[in-house]
């Protein structure tokens, strides 16, 4: 299958740019050994190239491109399938962009297409050449420095290493994860994620229970959430508690038990966030919504967990406007390297500032991943890179530190 990846990347500064032909003879050489042809567009400090061909061909190609130490911030753009190539005769052309004027580079480019129909910036290909060339959305482009140049040390904070149990007779326990702001090293909030008394997740523990069941366990466990997390350091930090939508809709005085068992365990309704996941389908909307209003009228904040990995992510986000959203970890997954999640995720961001709901994103695991969103405008992360969840305690945090340039 004809398969067209874009990328564009940086340009590491200690290579020098009279080497650039060197680099795309041999390029054009083992490209025309495997059927791949394109074009490699260079401004001066940015590569940005297309690539056509056998998608058992393009693919190792370009993987081979990521790796190559030449240049860095490589981020794929477009992967896409097509009928037939853009650009059939050429091998892999460098164009320069310095040495051509924009519209003469433009009509270029669309003067070497060999389809079956004449180029024209209709192309969605094309649209993102014409992009480059026109030098725009230049504020959607993130330079992060490389990976190592953050190291992350972990916390020794001795009074955060207290453990406590869940009450023996209980049938579930939790763990718990910090939401921090890196930069300014502090914990805005745990999260405690239920768990089995013998530390399973918590498809374990929901496993072979019936649709009401599920709805009572989910709801009675919050008391042991609010027990666990009352006995814990927290001082005024504010606790977060994952509720599913439907458990307000089907279970009678929700609202009520949860107000209860959060005064009885001397915590305070603002101090804690129910997180609603967007996964599950709202059935009775309307019901859902009566409840989320008697829940901000006490006090309690509520989040959107997983946000882009469901159903009704954009509608729940629309009907009840959270305090929070949490960008779900399959967006957050190498958003360094993907165009299409980069887009998403500004997006996200822009919509949210625009209605004043404060943005943060889970699962983050490189040091990459956290540095771009930071970039684009997050402050609080969750996730493995800063520390995992432990059950009945607050875990240590690895804190970044910017490395010395000597």
Same mark, same amino acid.
């Given at each position: 299958?004809?398969?067209?990846?874009?990328?564009?990347?940086?340009?590491?500064?200690?290579?020098?740019?009279?080497?650039?032909?060197?680099?795309?003879?041999?390029?054009?050489?083992?490209?025309?050994?495997?059927?791949?042809?394109?074009?490699?567009?260079?401004?001066?400090?940015?590569?940005?190239?297309?690539?056509?061909?056998?998608?058992?061909?393009?693919?190792?190609?370009?993987?081979?491109?990521?790796?190559?130490?030449?240049?860095?911030?490589?981020?794929?753009?477009?992967?896409?399938?097509?009928?037939?190539?853009?650009?059939?005769?050429?091998?892999?052309?460098?164009?320069?962009?310095?040495?051509?004027?924009?519209?003469?580079?433009?009509q270029n480019l669309l003067d070497k297409g060999t389809s079956k129909?004449?180029?024209?910036?209709?192309?969605?290909?094309?649209?993102?050449?014409?992009?480059?060339?026109?030098d725009r959305e230049k504020e959607n482009y993130f330079e992060i420095?490389?990976?190592?140049?953050?190291?992350?040390?972990?916390?020794?904070?001795?009074?955060?290493?207290?453990?406590?149990?869940?009450?023996?007779?209980?049938?579930?326990?939790?763990?718990?994860?910090?939401?921090?702001?890196?930069?300014?090293?502090?914990?805005?909030?745990?999260?405690?994620?239920?768990?089995?008394?013998?530390?399973?997740?918590?498809?374990?523990?929901?496993?072979?229970?019936?649709?009401?069941?599920?709805?009572?366990?989910?709801?009675?466990?919050?008391?042991?959430?609010?027990?666990?997390?009352?006995?814990?350091?927290?001082?005024?930090?504010?606790?977060?508690?994952?509720?599913?939508?439907?458990?307000?809709?089907?279970?009678?005085?929700?609202?009520?038990?949860?107000?209860?068992?959060?005064?009885?365990?001397?915590? /305070?309704?603002?101090?804690?966030?129910?997180?609603?996941? !967007? %996964?599950?389908? *709202? &059935?009775? #909307?309307?019901?859902?919504?009566? =409840?989320?209003?008697?829940?901000?009228a006490a006090g309690i904040r509520l989040a959107i967990d997983h946000?882009?990995?469901?159903?009704?992510?954009?509608?729940?986000?629309?009907?009840?406007?959270?305090?929070?959203?949490?960008?779900?970890?399959?967006?957050?997954?190498?958003?360094?390297?993907?165009?299409?999640?980069?887009?998403?995720?500004?997006?996200?961001?822009?919509?949210?500032?625009?209605?004043?709901?404060?943005?943060?994103?889970?699962? /983050?695991?490189?040091?990459?991943?956290?540095?771009?969103? !930071? %970039?684009?405008? *997050? &402050?609080? #992360?969750?996730?493995?890179?800063? =520390?995992?969840?432990?059950?009945?305690?607050?875990?240590?945090?690895?804190?970044?530190?910017?490395?010395?340039?000597?």
């Amino acid at each position: 299958m004809l398969t067209t990846i874009i990328y564009r990347s940086h340009l590491c500064d200690n290579i020098p740019i009279n080497t650039l032909e060197d680099m795309v003879a041999a390029a054009n050489e083992k490209n025309s050994q495997a059927d791949v042809t394109g074009i490699l567009l260079f401004n001066g400090t940015h590569f940005f190239q297309l690539l056509e061909g056998p998608e058992e061909n393009v693919i190792p190609i370009y993987r081979n491109i990521c790796e190559d130490p030449r240049h860095y911030n490589v981020v794929e753009l477009l992967c896409d399938y097509a009928p037939s190539r853009r650009f059939g005769k050429v091998g892999m052309e460098l164009v320069d962009l310095r040495k051509y004027d924009r519209h003469e580079v433009l009509q270029n480019l669309l003067d070497k297409g060999t389809s079956k129909y004449q180029l024209t910036y209709d192309d969605r290909a094309l649209q993102f050449f014409r992009t480059f060339v026109e030098d725009r959305e230049k504020e959607n482009y993130f330079e992060i420095p490389p990976a190592d140049s953050w190291e992350f040390v972990l916390d020794d904070n001795a009074a955060l290493s207290k453990v406590v149990a869940a009450d023996q007779a209980s049938d579930c326990s939790f763990a718990f994860q910090p939401i921090i702001d890196p930069l300014s090293q502090q914990i805005v909030a745990l999260e405690a994620l239920i768990r089995t008394p013998s530390g399973a997740p918590p498809h374990a523990y929901f496993e072979g229970l019936t649709d009401d069941e599920i709805y009572e366990a989910d709801l009675r466990s919050k008391k042991i959430a609010f027990a666990m997390a009352s006995a814990l350091p927290i001082g005024e930090q504010s606790l977060s508690v994952n509720l599913r939508p439907m458990t307000l809709v089907k279970i009678p005085q929700a609202v009520n038990f949860l107000l209860q068992e959060i005064q009885a365990h001397g915590l /305070v309704p603002e101090q804690v966030i129910i997180e609603f996941t !967007e %996964s599950e389908v *709202i &059935s009775r #909307f309307d019901e859902f919504t009566d =409840a989320v209003r008697l829940l901000k009228a006490a006090g309690i904040r509520l989040a959107i967990d997983h946000f882009g990995a469901g159903f009704a992510g954009l509608l729940l986000l629309a009907q009840f406007q959270p305090d929070r959203i949490k960008i779900n970890r399959d967006l957050i997954k190498d958003v360094h390297r993907s165009g299409s999640r980069q887009a998403i995720i500004q997006a996200i961001i822009k919509c949210c500032t625009s209605l004043e709901i404060s943005v943060s994103a889970v699962g /983050v695991e490189k040091p990459e991943e956290w540095m771009w969103l !930071e %970039s684009a405008g *997050i &402050s609080l #992360f969750q996730g493995y890179l800063f =520390a995992k969840p432990e059950i009945g305690r607050i875990p240590a945090i690895a804190w970044p530190e910017k490395k010395s340039v000597f």
